[in-house]
């Protein structure tokens, strides 16, 4: 065949989308390389609205593409507006709006808040002692670590749990009902964010009931349900390990790797290590203080210094009850290292977005409960 037939087509001349700086300032003698304009910046005035940068809509929520084509068109400048639930008022303290924040984001907003280094202007307080009440909650964490003190002093007046539950349920009933009323009728709510403003976080000021209630009926819950130095326990472990994770979280935990959101390894590890110090000081040190009548009957202890396998371990290793028992110093490590470990993984997990003040506690009642009902 002649080669004449099947002649060459012509090669289409291709423009360069985006030249380099030296392609832009060089030009073939074919015309090769073209000049591209810029594209205008948001402000600046265009008569192709096809030519107006693009932007994600998460930058830009409320403007539509048709509404940005015309403001182009007309060589009006396309400015992202802001979502607010107060269009009206365009004056600022430099703190986050308390309607603005919450619009749509509900109490997950808040507990993701609740522990900023900033304040966001919620409770007036916070504005007034950044570092010492916001920061690091040293009101909060004082009146936390108290509780603990306050069960080993009850201890010592030989008060009995059976009169401890009524009380605490009592108690619970009415701050239970002025938290629901204050989060519903704001003009109470303001009074009190007033008064107590100190021992709240953030995420508790407008849409989350106080941390109060949570601790109530943890210790509601372990006083009811557990041995009696279980439930003394639990709540020492609550208010002394809880603390600890958090003090030592914030000041370590960048250093650390994360066990989940808003949980360091950092603040793990001083649970457990508080923990564990915290069973040898009640079993070893405190309780053994305590007047032997105060102990017995219904309010007997769980452990009582001995710890036994269970008898189907006795069978399989043929052991007799006294071989399979330790006592002593080696059994309060036992019991010590599992306090210390239940304590941790109680504060580190989350149950469906529970407060730590209702999860911790049940979670080391049933812990501690199930262990020493296991080896009795």
């Known amino acids: 065949m002649a080669a004449s ?52 809509r998460s930058r830009s929520p409320n403007v539509s593409r048709s509404t940005a084509k015309a403001n182009a068109a007309e060589g009006r400048s396309v400015r992202r507006r802001v979502n607010t639930s107060d269009e009206k008022s365009s004056e600022t303290n430099g ?32 504005r007034e002692w950044r570092t010492f009440i916001h920061k690091h909650e040293i009101p909060r964490k004082v009146l936390h670590v108290s509780i603990g003190f306050s069960v080993i002093y009850l201890y010592f007046q030989g008060t009995q749990q059976a009169s401890i539950h009524p009380k605490l349920l009592t108690a619970l009933i009415p701050i239970f009902l002025v938290d629901f009323a204050r989060l519903h009728y704001e003009p109470l709510n303001s009074v009190y964010i007033r008064f107590l403003g100190a021992f709240m976080r953030e995420a508790e000021a407008h ?43 914030r000041l370590y935990g960048k250093y650390t790797p994360r066990v989940r959101k808003g949980k360091s390894l950092a603040g793990s590890l001083a649970a457990f290590a508080v923990g564990v110090a915290s069973a040898v000081l009640f079993w070893g040190v405190i309780a053994p203080m ?62 469906m977005g529970l407060d730590d003040n209702l999860t911790i506690p049940i979670l080391c009642g049933i812990g501690l409960t199930g262990f020493l009902k296991m080896f009795e």
């Not at 619009?103 to 307080?125: D, E, F, K, N, Q």
């Open 5 to 56: 037939q099947y002649s060459i087509p012509t090669t289409p001349r291709v423009i360069s989308p985006s030249p380099t700086p030296s392609e832009s300032t060089k030009k073939d003698k074919d015309g090769y390389f073209t000049t591209v304009e810029p594209i205008p910046e948001d402000g600046e005035n265009t008569s192709d609205p096809e030519f107006a940068r693009a932007r994600t």
């Open 95 to 126: 703190f986050l709006s308390p309607k603005s924040a919450v619009t749509g984001m509900g109490a997950s907003y808040w507990r993701s808040l609740s522990r900023s280094p900033s304040p966001l202007g919620l409770i007036p307080i916070h």
């Open 207 to 249: 849409d989350r009931y106080n941390g109060v209630i949570s601790y109530l009926f943890g210790a509601w819950f372990v006083m009811y349900f557990c041995p009696k130095d279980v439930s003394g326990m639990s709540i020492i472990l609550l208010s002394w390990c809880d603390t600890a994770a958090s003090t030592f979280g």
């Open 290 to 351: 305590g007047e032997e009548s105060w102990n017995q009957g219904v309010n007997r202890f769980a452990f009582d210094g001995h710890l036994t396998l269970p008898s189907q371990i006795r069978q399989q290793l043929n052991l007799s009850t006294k071989q399979a028992t330790v006592d002593g110093p080696l059994a309060l490590a036992i019991v010590s290292i599992w306090s210390g470990l239940v304590a941790s993984v109680s504060e580190a997990i989350d149950i």
